[in-house]
């Protein structure tokens, strides 16, 4: 089985800051990455897929890289409505999640 | 409008069985893989199972093979998930996920608002 594994597990940030996620997959994966945002008391909300690939309707700020092990999510400008926690999962083999970074207001 | 509605949640005691159902509307369902997505409480999200378009493969997440048993109805856009032997650790929100795709790439584009499943001792 695929292991996913984010850092941290939790930030402070504020507004403003660029803020970056990490995920690490226990094997290689391509690009069969996706990034979630979840508020809570919510459903996830697709972001990212493919790694890099931005969906629909989600702003620019957001954005995916990696390839193979190791993969980061980058919020280039946090705003107000992004304090949230953040998921990678694969898609590589089955799907498995990583246990979700919360991004927090400092 | 994509939507997918869940239903069959509740309280049930450890052992015992419940029939999760999810509705689907405003798109082709019989064309899309489907999948169950669970989050206990305070815990991240786990994918629980999926289904192919027209039923003919199923995988599981480990934890819950020989217990759980995923189905769909493509004439009703009906997605099932049957769970039996229920254990205190599968207490969590079971979320409908539809598998979208781009040619290879596999991502869960819709979700619905989850059914909470609760098993006690």
């Known amino acids: 089985d695929i292991q996913m594994t984010q850092s941290p597990s939790s930030l402070s940030a504020s507004v403003g800051d660029r803020v970056t996620i990490t995920c690490r997959a226990s094997q290689s994966i391509s690009t069969y990455l996706n990034w979630y945002q979840q508020k809570p008391g919510k459903a996830p909300k697709l972001l990212i897929y493919?790694?890099?690939s931005l969906q629909s309707g989600v702003p620019s700020r957001f954005s995916g890289s990696g390839s193979g092990t190791d993969f980061t999510l980058t919020i280039s400008s946090l705003q107000p409505e992004d304090f949230a926690t953040y998921h990678c999962q694969q898609s590589y083999s089955a799907r498995t999640f990583g246990q979700g970074t919360k991004v927090e207001i400092k | 409008e994509v939507q997918l509605v869940e239903s069959g949640g509740g309280l049930v005691q450890r052992g015992g069985s419940l029939r999760l159902s999810c509705v689907a509307s405003?798109?082709?369902?019989?064309?899309?893989?489907m999948s169950w997505v669970r989050q206990a409480p305070g815990k991240g999200l786990e994918w629980v199972a999926n289904i192919k378009q027209d039923g003919s493969d199923k995988y599981y997440v480990d934890s819950v093979k020989g217990r759980f048993t995923i189905s769909r109805d493509n004439a009703k856009n009906s997605l099932y998930l049957q769970t039996n032997s229920l254990r205190a650790e599968d207490t969590a929100v079971y979320y409908c996920?539809?598998?979208?795709?781009?040619?290879?790439?596999?991502?869960?584009?819709?979700w619905g608002q989850g059914t909470p499943v609760t098993v006690s001792s």
């Open positions: 405003g798109f082709s369902f019989s064309r899309y893989w």
């Open positions: 996920a539809r598998d979208g795709y781009s040619s290879s790439w596999y991502y869960f584009d819709y």
């Open positions: 493919a790694a890099s």
